[in-house]
Nanobody
Framework: QVQLVESGGGLVQPGGSLRLSCVASGSISTIDVMGWYRQTPGERRELVAVMSDGNTPQYADSVKGRFTISGDSGENTAYLQMNSLKPDDTATYYC??????????????WGRGTQVAVSS
């Protein structure tokens, strides 16, 4: 099984920055897609940023120019650098990895989320 653990959330003032991390553990052969999503109460989970092997990262229009996704495949870790944060960025942020396990089975795994609150 593959497990993901997010960290780095917290309370920040508007205009501030946070860096989220997501670390994967378990029987991983390859990670093909790393993504960050967010969700607020009563709303659907939405894509924030996603990166896949050899492709240009994709971002939600609302975060372009402010957020940057990166990853370290050797450490099975993804990051989301969030700058110029706005109150509308307040949400629970989830990471999602897709890839191949050492048993040759595909996985599509979510973390439990980390809270981000942007408020003065």
């Amino acid at each position: 099984q593959v497990q993901l653990v997010e960290s780095g959330g917290g309370l920040v003032q508007p205009g501030g920055s946070l860096r989220l991390s997501c670390v994967a553990s378990g029987s991983i052969s390859t990670i093909d897609v790393m993504g960050w999503y967010r969700q607020t109460p009563g709303e659907r989970r939405e894509l924030v940023a996603v990166m896949s092997d050899g492709n240009t990262p994709q971002y939600a229009d609302s975060v372009k120019g402010r957020f940057t996704i990166s990853g370290d495949s050797g450490e099975n870790t993804a990051y989301l650098q969030m700058n110029s944060l706005k109150p509308d960025d307040t949400a629970t942020y989830y990471c999602n990895f897709k890839g191949l396990g050492t048993d040759w089975a595909h996985f599509d795994t979510w973390g439990r989320g980390t809270q981000v609150a942007v408020s003065s």
